[in-house]
């Protein structure tokens, strides 16, 4: 019996040796200076669409964003995202397009389909803003300025819905 006493009261001293060490630490923490926050991420817009009439036939094929599946390019439709800045890759059908994204701005990728038999598939195509525009409010998307400050919202966000 005395063996068993004897067990119970040193796990109860490692126990209370424990709360004491945790009780030190804690307000050894509370003397450290806070950190200031951390500024918000550098975000800008990007735009994935397709020009295609929706009666197009083909298989919709899932555009990559710097290896993450995002959106699917679909005929006919329009998808737009807040990410952060800097240099991203877009992939689709194994076709890789790179770009920079600035802070604050926005970056309008078309997925284009090459028509020959055997020949890239959809593929994407960096299109310079006044292009896009056009194309965009062709299908009534009105191409809004992207929010600067906030955090990335998750793109695969249909537009003009």
């Known amino acids: 019996m005395k ?13 209370v040796a424990a709360m004491l060490l945790c009780a030190l630490s804690a307000q050894a923490d509370d003397t450290v200076a806070p950190t200031p926050k951390a500024s918000p991420p550098a975000s800008g817009r990007i735009w ?18 710097d290896g993450y599946a995002r959106a699917k390019a679909r005929p006919d439709m329009v998808y737009r995202g807040n990410v952060a800045a800097g240099h991203h890759v877009v992939k689709i ?8 994204l600035p802070d604050g701005g926005a970056v309008f990728i ?15 195509v960096l299109v310079d803003a006044e292009t896009a525009r056009r194309e965009l409010q062709g299908k009534g998307v009105d191409v809004d300025p992207p929010s600067t400050g906030t955090a990335p919202e998750a793109l695969s966000q249909p537009a003009g819905e």
């Open 3 to 15: 063996v068993i006493g004897t067990r119970v009261r040193r796990r109860m001293l490692w126990v």
């Open 110 to 124: 078309r997925a284009d389909v090459d028509g020959a038999l055997f020949g890239k598939g959809i593929y994407p």
């Open 48 to 65: 994935f669409y397709r020009t295609a009439p929706r009666s197009t036939p083909g298989v919709w094929q899932d555009i990559y964003l």
């Open 93 to 100: 059908m194994g076709n890789a397009l790179e770009f920079e």
